[in-house]
Nanobody, 124 residues
Framework: QLQACGGGLVQAGGSLRLSCAAS????????MGWFRQAPGEERQFVSA????????RYAESVKGRFTISRDNAKNTVYLQMNSLKPEDTAVYYC???????????????????WGQGTQVTVSS
């Protein structure tokens, strides 16, 4: 089970930190990802992190602004979001993949488990 939290309403230029806690599985065996979905749009890849935290991937739209990290001792993955823009407004989902960061890390269908989502709203 994945439980995401940390969303909220923030002004443009502000920051938020999302967390996603995992239970019931060996967290360190999973690649963890963050996706987002705005109303009327497809679910979009945001970032992913390898099991050991040594490899990360980012969507071009968030590079340099967002940072993904994980604490395997706490079974938690984080997404630090800085310099937020109105176009970052979406429901953010965490996801887990029992595998490795391969060529399809950005595809939603790669991931086996999903959290319930947390709303991020950025006002202009």
């Amino acid at each position: 089970q994945l439980q995401a939290c940390g969303g909220g309403l923030v002004q443009a230029g502000g920051s938020l930190r999302l967390s996603c806690a995992a239970s019931g599985r060996i967290f360190s065996s999973y690649v963890m990802g963050w996706f987002r979905q705005a109303p009327g749009e497809e679910r979009q890849f945001v970032s992913a992190i390898a099991k050991g935290g040594d490899i990360t991937r980012y969507a071009e739209s968030v590079k340099g602004r967002f940072t993904i990290s994980r604490d395997n001792a706490k079974n938690t993955v984080y997404l630090q979001m800085n310099s937020l823009k109105p176009e970052d407004t979406a429901v953010y989902y965490c996801a887990a993949d029992l595998g490795y960061i391969g060529p399809n890390y950005y595809k939603a269908e790669t991931y086996d488990y999903w959290g319930q989502g947390t709303q991020v709203t950025v006002s202009s």
